[in-house]
């Protein structure tokens, strides 16, 4: 069996079964999203504590690829340290899905990251004075 079918076996499932799907009552941080070239849409909602992601919760309307890898962000950073999120480069997270994408489906992969990087520089902003 090839990585690819795997990993699209993977995928799937984070798609049929999105892990922390949902909404946080009174977040500390949340945000919308969209993805203009093809409408996908997030709404990211995070709870911060002792400088850890406590909490990460969101809703998503798109396509495969866009809710597969929020779902996938949301495992891999929970209860990690909003610096070391912070570190997180793009391709960690496309790595993370295990697929190769163009250009236009990067970008759907990539908008719960975009999201959760401005929610954790808000946060910063806010609680750094």
Do not use: W
């Not at 795997?6 to 009174?26: L, M």
Request: glycine content about 6%; some cysteine; hydrophobic content about 35%.
């Amino acid at each position: 069996m090839s990585d690819d079918i795997v990993y699209s076996a993977i995928i799937d499932e984070h798609y049929q079964e999105p892990r922390n799907f949902g909404k946080i009552e009174n977040p500390d941080e949340q945000i919308m999203e969209t993805n203009p070239t093809c409408g996908d849409t997030i709404a990211m909602y995070v709870k911060i504590g002792e400088g850890k992601i406590k909490d990460i919760k969101y809703v998503a309307k798109g396509c495969l690829i866009s809710v597969a890898s929020a779902s996938i962000l949301s495992e891999n950073v929970e209860g990690k340290s909003i610096e070391t999120v912070m570190d997180m480069k793009k391709t960690d997270v496309l790595g993370n899905l295990g697929l190769t994408l163009g250009p236009a489906r990067e970008k759907c992969a990539l908008l719960s990251y975009d999201a959760l990087i401005k929610m954790i520089k808000d946060y910063k902003s806010k609680n750094s004075q």
